[in-house]
Structures are given as structure tokens and as C-alpha cells.
């Protein structure tokens, strides 16, 4: 998603990251090359930071004709803040869920009524609690679990980095309360989920009502652990790809390494936490990019042939919460088309004429809003 994350795949012993430089139209200003091996069989691009690029940059990468993206494997390999009581710093994250939480209502703290817990409001609900009434399709994705399984696996073949500092500062989560026993850890390789937002936010209040959110949004089985400013935006394009028939959606990998805690310790406020903490993970987190993601880059190409190259059969659901590319999702109210979407196996999908800011019934038989 920006400079750190890309350059510490760069002069790497396994393979050469920049043996060819291909300029892409609509990619970012800032990152305009799409960077690949001499071979073309592994290639690198950089997104630019928050939601608008991110999505901007993949759309423009699935509709240049320069790549054959049909059997791609998709990693998402970046930092992102982590939830004490799920990880800790320098932790790598493979997520199921990826849930856009800033995607609701808000109200300043100071204006909410007495038995509000948050300011944050579901759309369309007028209440804290509510599943979002007014659906706008990003909300909420869920990949491939087998894969994430399989990429897991060869992550934990790494030995992750970490530091002094990281060390020092994650200790004081070690808490009598034992609330973040797995902040006070050393870094691991932690299946858990990603949220997305442009607002960069620190603080308890603010982490527990958006993690309250997550849990919502899919049906009480995501986990809230890192936070992201991409991975929404990133998947609604893949979505897309994926019904024009471009891409897979079962071969995307979400991995986020973990360079901050979201919320303080006990005692230490909000804003040191974010502005002037020496959290020591930075640097470690973005070296954990390359370490866990070199042993998941390797162990797709080693197994190609006898494993990947075919796909790995997704045992969950994987889509959107609209149900665009088949099946019906494990959460929210179900898909919103009256027939089937192509499945997995098939992209490409026809054309369905959905109105605007009209109501809708799921297939569970729930009626809520597209858009406002």
C-alpha cells in the first residue's frame, strides 16, 4: 500500500522483484509500475494509501490488457494496527473477514443520548446494536478460508522479527485482568479479521465499538483484530474483476502484520498511544511482510502443479454481502438476487438490474434498503 511495504520485497535472495518494470495507465502517481520477475510468474504493485486508491489502482490493474489474471493468487500484504485482545505487535494476520466499520452514522461522542454506548450507528438503524438496515455492497467480504488455512501454514514456517522496544512496550499489557494476555505475547501467526477504514482511530472506546461492529456485521463470527485503510476498496474491485470474468476471488490472500496496538494500556492515553508511544514495531512489522510472506509466495509455486494451479475448493462462502459472484453469504440478510450468481467455478456473471435507494428481499427473507 506504500513505499515500506513494497521495498522490503526488494533485493531479496529468493527472486528479483524488479527485474521488469511495467508502467501501468491509472495506477498511482506515486507507485505507477507494476514490478515483476523476469519469469512473470510472481509481480508486485503498490496501491497507494486509503480506500479511493486502492481501488482506483486494482481496477486499473484488471482491465489492462498487459495481464493474464485468470489463475493469479492475490497476497494483500501490508500493516495495520492490532486489537490486544485478539494479538499483539509484529504479529502476522491472516484474515476471513475483511469489514468496512466506518461505514455507518456518526455522531460526536458528546451528542449521543445517555444509553448509547458509541457514536458510531449502523446506516439505516437507529441504534448502536442494529444490523445496517441501508446496505451499500462493501460492507462486509469473506475469502477463500481454505487458502488463508494453507497460507497460515506456511507463514509459520517463519521466524518473525521483533524488537527491544516492541518487547518493552507490549509487557505493559500484561494486565492483572489478563484482558490483553495476547498483547503481552510474543509475535505469532494469528488467524483473525481486518477492518477497513480511512480514519486513522486510536483508543479503547473507539476500538471496542468498531471491533462490536465487526462481530455485528458478520453474524457474531468475525474476529476484530488489525485495522486497515485498504482491504475493502481492494475486494469490491476484485469482486467486480471476478463477475466480468478477470480474476478468481478464491485465490486472494489477506495478510496484515501487526505495527501498533489500536487502543492504550491501562493508564496511558489515547493520544500517546497514537502520537508519541515508542511502540518499537514498526520496523519488525514490515520485515514480518516479507518473512511470513516469502513462505506463502514459495509454498504457492512449489505446490503450483500439484496443488494451486487448479485452485484450492473453497469450503466457506466467498463474496460480498450482495451475493455478486454466488452462493448466499453466512452473514447479513442473505444474498439479494432472486436466482443464483455464476459460482466460483464460473466467472463471469450477467447482468442484474438492481435499483438504487429501493427495498430489496434476501433470500433469508429479511427486506432492507440498497442504498439511502
Given at each position: ?66 495481464f ?74 469473506e ?33 492483572s ?15 483473525c ?23 455485528l ?8 483484530c ?50 508519541w ?36 475448493n ?5 463474496g ?53
Open positions: 500500500m506504500f513505499d515500506p511495504e513494497a521495498e522490503i520485497w526488494w533485493g531479496i535472495p529468493e527472486f528479483d522483484i524488479l527485474a521488469k518494470n511495467i508502467t501501468v495507465p491509472g495506477f498511482s502517481p506515486l507507485f505507477p509500475d507494476a514490478h515483476c520477475t523476469d519469469d512473470g510468474s510472481i509481480c508486485q504493485l503498490v496501491t497507494g494509501e486509503g480506500e479511493i486508491n486502492a481501488a482506483v489502482t486494482i481496477a486499473s490493474l484488471v482491465a489492462s490488457p498487459m493474464d489474471l485468470s489463475k493469479t493468487y492475490f497476497l494483500i500484504g501490508g500493516i495495520a494496527g492490532v486489537n490486544p485482545e485478539v494479538a499483539t505487535v509484529a504479529s502476522v494476520t491472516f484474515a476471513r473477514y475483511a469489514v468496512q466499520v466506518a461505514l455507518q452514522y456518526e455522531f460526536d461522542v458528546r451528542d449521543i443520548p445517555d444509553n448509547f454506548t458509541t457514536g458510531y450507528i449502523p446506516q439505516g438503524s437507529t441504534q448502536p446494536d442494529e444490523y445496517p438496515q441501508s446496505i451499500y455492497g462493501t460492507e462486509v467480504f475469502v477463500n478460508d481454505a487458502l488463508r488455512k494453507l497460507a497460515v501454514g506456511f507463514a509459520r514456517t517463519a521466524t518473525l522479527n521483533d524488537s527491544a522496544e516492541a518487547i518493552a512496550y507490549r509487557a505493559m499489557y500484561n494486565t485482568d489478563g484482558l490483553y494476555a495476547a498483547g503481552a505475547e510474543l509475535p505469532s501467526v494469528v488467524e479479521d481486518v477492518a477497513t477504514s480511512d480514519v486513522y482511530y486510536s483508543g479503547k472506546l473507539l476500538s471496542e465499538a468498531l471491533g462490536n461492529y465487526t462481530t456485521a458478520t453474524n457474531g463470527t468475525g474476529v476484530y488489525t485495522t486497515a485503510q485498504e482491504d475493502n476498496a481492494t475486494l469490491e474491485a476484485m469482486v467486480r474483476a471476478h463477475a466480468a470474468g478477470l480474476l478468481d476471488f478464491s485465490r486472494i490472500i489477506i495478510m496484515r502484520t501487526a505495527s501498533d496496538m489500536d487502543r492504550p494500556y491501562p493508564g496511558e492515553a489515547a493520544t500517546t498511544n497514537l502520537f508511544a515508542n511502540q518499537g514495531a514498526f520496523v519488525p512489522a514490515i520485515q514480518n511482510i516479507y518473512l511470513a510472506g516469502v513462505k506463502v509466495v514459495e509454498g504457492i509455486l512449489c505446490e503450483w502443479g500439484s496443488t494451486f494451479e487448479r485452485g484450492i473453497a469450503t466457506n462462502y466467498v460480498d454481502i450482495f451475493g455478486t459472484i454466488g452462493g448466499t453469504p453466512d452473514f447479513g440478510p442473505g444474498t439479494i438476487f432472486e436466482e443464483e450468481q455464476a459460482s466460483l467455478k464460473r466467472r463471469g456473471v450477467g447482468a442484474r438490474r438492481v435499483k438504487r435507494g429501493t427495498e430489496m428481499k434476501g433470500r433469508r427473507g429479511l427486506t432492507y434498503r440498497l442504498g439511502q
